[in-house]
T-cell receptor, first 111, second 116 residues
Framework: GNSVTQMEGPVTLSEEAFLTINCTYT??????LFWYVQYPGEGLQLLLK?????DKGSNKGFEATYRKETTSFHLEKGSVQVSDSAVYFC??????????FGTGTRLKVLA | EPEVTQTPSHQVTQMGQEVILRCVPI?????FYWYRQILGQKVEFLVS????????KSEIFDDQFSVERPDGSNFTLKIRSTKLEDSAMYFC??????????????FGAGSRLTVL
């Protein structure tokens, strides 16, 4: 069946450090891939998405590239800020109404 | 910016009691969803709803659960007889339309349910 695996957190970085949060997936067909972010006390917000292989989603300095050959959609940011502290969820949608989410990775950025 | 609102933000209930979680989706959205997240675990799909009927549900969504759109704005999740394992954060979401591969969900802030 379809599934998403994210790296375990928490991830703690200093401000301006490089961020990578790994995400791999298993899916039949050609899923769409998403990163959602949840700031404290808020709902999940779409951060970026990619709908086909080799697409790169980007938003707010975050990027992720849909890699079909490695079934991955790793999230990266070149220089994190304290305000990026949140929980990040990788998700896929494959031909049905439902999204399948990973467990979430908590990011803490220290000033 | 339009948002999905959920109430209550936190509810504590005794095992066996009925609970209703409420959601107001974005007004022009047509598809509605409930997800839940047990503490420290994955965000899990429960049910999707379109055109006043369930379009898909997971194995979690058993006879104890029901959804309803009682009027033009609210979307509710009812748990008839809560169990300890129903303790979780419940997220409502809505989407504007279903375009294959491009459907984007807008989530509410969640309702935390604690069953004692």
């Amino acid at each position: 069946g379809n599934s998403v695996t994210q790296m375990e957190g928490p991830v703690t970085l200093s401000e301006e450090a490089f961020l990578t949060i790994n995400c791999t997936y298993t899916a039949t067909g050609y899923p769409s891939l998403f990163w959602y972010v949840q700031y404290p006390g808020e709902g999940l917000q779409l951060l970026l998405k990619a709908t086909k292989a080799d697409d790169k989603g980007s938003n707010k300095g975050f990027e992720a590239t849909y890699r079909k050959e490695t079934t991955s959609f790793h999230l990266e940011k070149g220089s994190v800020q304290v305000s990026d502290s949140a929980v990040y969820f990788c998700a896929l949608r494959a031909g049905t109404y439902k999204y399948i989410f990973g467990t979430g990775t908590r990011l803490k950025v220290l000033a | 910016e339009p948002e999905v609102t959920q109430t209550p933000s936190h509810q504590v209930t005794q095992m066996g009691q009925e609970v209703i979680l409420r959601c107001v989706p974005i007004s022009n959205h047509l598809y509605f969803y409930w997800y839940r997240q047990i503490l420290g675990q994955k965000v899990e799909f429960l049910v999707s709803f379109y055109n006043n009927e369930i379009s898909e549900k997971s194995e979690i969504f058993d006879d104890q659960f029901s959804v309803e759109r009682p009027d033009g704005s609210n979307f509710t999740l009812k748990i008839r007889s809560t169990k300890l394992e129903d303790s979780a954060m419940y997220f409502c979401a809505s989407s504007e339309y279903r375009v294959e591969g491009a459907n984007v969900l807008t989530f509410g802030a969640g309702s935390r349910l604690t069953v004692l």
